[in-house]
C-alpha cells in the first residue's frame, strides 16, 4: 500500500492511493458522505492497470479534513471488527 498527499488546502484534502481494493476506499467514501460536516468526499480509479486511486475530501466551514478522516477511518475500522464478530458467531452456530 502507498499514499501519496496529493493537495492539501484548510478544508480540503486529496490523496493518491494504491495497493488498496477500491471497495474499502468507497466504503470509507460512503461514511465520511454521511458526517454533516463533509461537504463532499469522492474516489475514482484513475488508472485501472496499476489500482492508482484519486481520494478527495472537502469538508464543511473550518473542519479540519485530517480529523474527519481520522474519524471515517476510525469508524470504518470499527465496522470491520463487528462485522467479523457477527460472523465468527453465526460461524459457531452451523
Given amino acids: 500500500m502507498e499514499v501519496k498527499l496529493a493537495a492539501r488546502g484548510p478544508n480540503y484534502i486529496e490523496l ?3 495497493g488498496v481494493d ?3 476506499i468507497s466504503s470509507l467514501q ?3 458522505n454521511n458526517y454533516a460536516d463533509v461537504e463532499y468526499a469522492g474516489a475514482n480509479l484513475t488508472h485501472p492497470l496499476i489500482g492508482k486511486i ?3 475530501l472537502r469538508t464543511k466551514n ?3 479534513p485530517e480529523d474527519v478522516l481520522t474519524r471515517g477511518l476510525s469508524e ?4 470491520a471488527k463487528n462485522l467479523r464478530t457477527v460472523i465468527s458467531e453465526l ?3 452451523t
Avoid: A, D, W
Fill in 54 to 56: 484519486r481520494f478527495v
Fill in 30 to 32: 460512503e461514511i465520511l
Fill in 16 to 18: 493518491e492511493i494504491t
Fill in 76 to 79: 470504518l475500522s470499527q465496522t
Fill in 62 to 64: 473550518e473542519t479540519s
Fill in 22 to 24: 477500491f471497495g474499502i
Fill in 91 to 93: 460461524l459457531k452456530l
